[in-house]
């Protein structure tokens, strides 16, 4: 069985430092933000869209409001932590003989917190934002690695934070789980398995890796 993972909001808590970078870019632009509004807007579509949302009402470049917000969310990243179970989840997968990949926009500061935190080992292969590939729900990362690790479509999941995640892997041919801690979203994608938290991904897994 092969897994496939977000970065952002599914593996690692990234959104504080991610919202907090938003609203002091929003601070430095003489603009005022809601924290609560910018994180809706980033789980419920897209950090590109809350950097438009910014950059209209800012009257600059999107491209000048993400190069600023970059350069304080760098700062930002780095009391990021994992989701309880992540570790475990991942751990589980290797064990009972199966594979998990990273599919992520980030750039290398995802490789760096997954060393940082002693979890590089149990991936398989990588698609970072460092590698030009259209960004979800388009398949063409997923189809890159599946094509590249001679991936099993019908016994492979994608798990991500957002129904665009969803979309991918069922655009890609494959399974999806929506991770949503917060119970926020407005789920459109028909993932396989919805859920909170990741025992339940872990239990839910490991009865498809014993008797796949």
Known sequence: MDIFYDFDGTLFDTYPAMVAALVQTAVDYQVKIDRNQAY???????????IKVLAR??????????HHFRAIENEELKNSRPFEGVKATLESVVNHGGKNYLLTHRNQAAITLLEKFEMKTWFEDFVTGDMTFPRKPNPASLN??????????KTAYMIGDRNLDIDAAHNADIKGILFDP????????HPELITNNFKD?????????INP
């Open 201 to 209: 991904i872990q239990t839910y897994l490991d009865k498809k890796l």
């Open 40 to 50: 809706l807007q980033m789980r419920q579509g897209s950090l590109g869209d809350a």
């Open 57 to 66: 009402v800012a009257k600059v470049e999107s491209t000048t409001i993400e």
């Open 144 to 153: 890159y690695l599946i094509e590249r690790n001679q991936v099993n479509k």
């Open 182 to 189: 917060d119970q926020i979203i407005n789920v459109t994608s």
